[in-house]
């Protein structure tokens, strides 16, 4: 493998001294980028897309060839698993993700397949190992996998939802399915991870997009607890160096010293949350990333630039600390607001 050129994203992720604070953006790769519109549809889908190796390394590319962006994520989704599971994912146009198939009952878990990951999965490693060659040592590659509580909610609700009707509806009635599902979604994610690593990812994030969706005791243990057995099953050291692994839970802010509990090395902090008080609850423990609000990216350059030293300002060093949004850029954005953001963190950062 190539050398590295860059590695103040893994470096700050470790805590350890860097020049300037290194940024990536959630969902950098995707539909603002008209370069991302056009590679989708010579794929066809999305999912085809995925599963084209070249073309998911072409579109993790195209944001680092408009930004210098200090970190490539890997071209997937997190319901990559609940699809090897047999669920049989796919997209309507205009509407979010949907199964085929739906969990509902402990008959539906037996169901499942536990997938292989040299087998139904090895579409994503080949991705992995495709984007590793075509980056070439330029920035660290990111991999990721969703949490089992959000992947769960997408199996039980059947696609995207506003009410977590079913899923609370078994959380509340069935608890046992529900930890029969997440426990067979633990053992999955790390298979799923550690091939990642084992394929070339040099960082690993877990988004728990709808852990704060949970009550504070529920996210104990509906959440919380299955992270923990991730972080603990996975592979922290390869090509002889950390692997950090990123916890983010959208909404978390309250938890975030059990989260740093977990053993993870970084927590992804969404834009609720000051990042200074951030990190001085738990700076000590894990390194920051975040925290800007992905809609200041509607506002003009002079906005977006004091936006990004405000941030920076509140977290107050640049030592353990990786910008970045505070969720999934928007698809309205327009790209030069987002070159404007990366610049601006460089910028402000190195001066510091
Ligand atoms: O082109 C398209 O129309 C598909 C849109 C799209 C894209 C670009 C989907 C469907 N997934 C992705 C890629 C994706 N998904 C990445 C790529 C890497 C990057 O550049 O950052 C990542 C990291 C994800 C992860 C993901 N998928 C999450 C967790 C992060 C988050 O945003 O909270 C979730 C919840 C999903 C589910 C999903 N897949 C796609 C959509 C539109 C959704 C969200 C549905 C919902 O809101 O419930």
Same mark, same amino acid.
């Given at each position: 493998?190539?050398?590295?050129?860059?590695?103040?994203?893994?470096?700050?992720?470790?805590?350890?001294?860097?020049?300037?604070?290194?940024?990536?953006?959630?969902?950098?790769?995707?539909?603002?980028?008209?370069?991302?519109?056009?590679?989708?549809?010579?794929?066809?889908?999305?999912?085809?897309?995925?599963?084209?190796?070249?073309?998911?390394?072409?579109?993790?590319?195209?944001?680092?060839?408009?930004?210098?962006?200090?970190?490539?994520?890997?071209?997937?989704?997190?319901?990559?698993?609940?699809?090897?599971?047999?669920?049989?994912?796919?997209?309507?146009?205009?509407?979010?993700?949907?199964?085929?198939?739906?969990?509902?009952?402990?008959?539906?878990?037996?169901?499942?397949?536990?997938?292989?990951?040299?087998?139904?999965?090895?579409?994503?490693?080949?991705?992995?190992?495709?984007?590793?060659?075509?980056?070439?040592?330029?920035?660290?590659?990111?991999?990721?996998?969703?949490?089992?509580?959000?992947?769960?909610?997408?199996?039980?609700?059947?696609?995207?939802?506003?009410?977590?009707?079913?899923?609370?509806?078994?959380?509340?009635?069935? *608890?046992? !399915? +529900?930890?029969?599902?997440?426990? /067979?979604?633990?053992?999955? @994610?790390?298979?799923? %991870?550690?091939?990642?690593?084992?394929?070339?990812?040099?960082?690993?994030?877990?988004?728990?997009?709808?852990?704060?969706?949970?009550?504070?005791?529920?996210?104990?243990?509906?959440?919380?607890?299955?992270?923990?057995?991730?972080?603990?099953?996975?592979?922290?050291?390869?090509?002889?160096?950390?692997?950090?692994?990123?916890?983010?839970?959208?909404?978390?802010?309250?938890?975030?010293?059990?989260?740093?509990?977990?053993?993870?090395?970084?927590?992804?902090?969404?834009?609720?949350?000051?990042?200074?008080?951030?990190?001085?609850?738990?700076?000590?423990?894990?390194?920051?990333?975040?925290?800007?609000? *992905?809609? !200041? +990216?509607?506002?003009?350059?002079? /906005?977006?630039?004091?936006? @990004?030293?405000?941030? %920076?300002?509140?977290?107050?060093?640049?030592?353990?600390?990786?910008?970045?949004?505070?969720?999934?850029?928007?698809?309205?954005?327009?790209?030069?607001?987002?070159?404007?953001?990366?610049?601006?963190?460089?910028?402000?950062?190195?001066?510091?």
């Amino acid at each position: 493998m190539s050398e590295l050129r860059n590695d103040t994203f893994l470096k700050a992720l470790l805590r350890e001294p860097v020049d300037y604070t290194p940024v990536w953006m959630m969902r950098q790769a995707g539909r603002y980028l008209p370069e991302y519109r056009a590679t989708r549809s010579q794929a066809g889908d999305f999912l085809s897309l995925c599963k084209n190796a070249d073309l998911a390394c072409e579109v993790t590319i195209q944001p680092l060839e408009r930004f210098p962006l200090d970190a490539a994520i890997l071209f997937s989704d997190i319901l990559t698993i609940p699809d090897a599971m047999g669920l049989e994912l796919y997209f309507e146009t205009g509407e979010g993700p949907k199964f085929k198939k739906i969990i509902r009952s402990e008959q539906d878990v037996d169901a499942l397949i536990q997938p292989k990951m040299d087998d139904e999965l090895d579409y994503v490693m080949n991705a992995v190992r495709v984007i590793r060659r075509e980056l070439n040592g330029r920035v660290p590659l990111i991999g990721f996998s969703g949490s089992p509580w959000t992947l769960a909610t997408y199996m039980v609700e059947g696609g995207s939802t506003k009410d977590f009707r079913h899923i609370k509806g078994m959380m509340y009635s069935q *608890p046992e !399915v +529900l930890h029969k599902l997440l426990d /067979r979604l633990a053992d999955s @994610v790390i298979d799923y %991870l550690n091939a990642q690593i084992l394929a070339g990812a040099q960082a690993v994030q877990i988004f728990d997009t709808w852990g704060g969706v949970l009550g504070h005791r529920e996210y104990r243990e509906f959440s919380l607890a299955y992270m923990q057995r991730i972080v603990a099953g996975l592979i922290r050291e390869n090509e002889g160096r950390k692997v950090p692994v990123i916890l983010f839970t959208k909404n978390g802010g309250q938890w975030l010293e059990v989260m740093a509990g977990t053993g993870a090395d970084a927590l992804g902090l969404d834009w609720t949350t000051h990042v200074g008080e951030a990190r001085e609850r738990v700076g000590h423990q894990v390194a920051l990333q975040g925290n800007m609000d *992905p809609s !200041v +990216l509607y506002g003009s350059p002079a /906005r977006i630039r004091e936006e @990004v030293m405000r941030i %920076l300002d509140d977290f107050g060093s640049h030592n353990g600390h990786v910008f970045n949004l505070g969720h999934g850029i928007h698809q309205f954005v327009n790209p030069e607001n987002a070159g404007v953001f990366v610049e601006a963190v460089h910028e402000f950062s190195a001066r510091k």
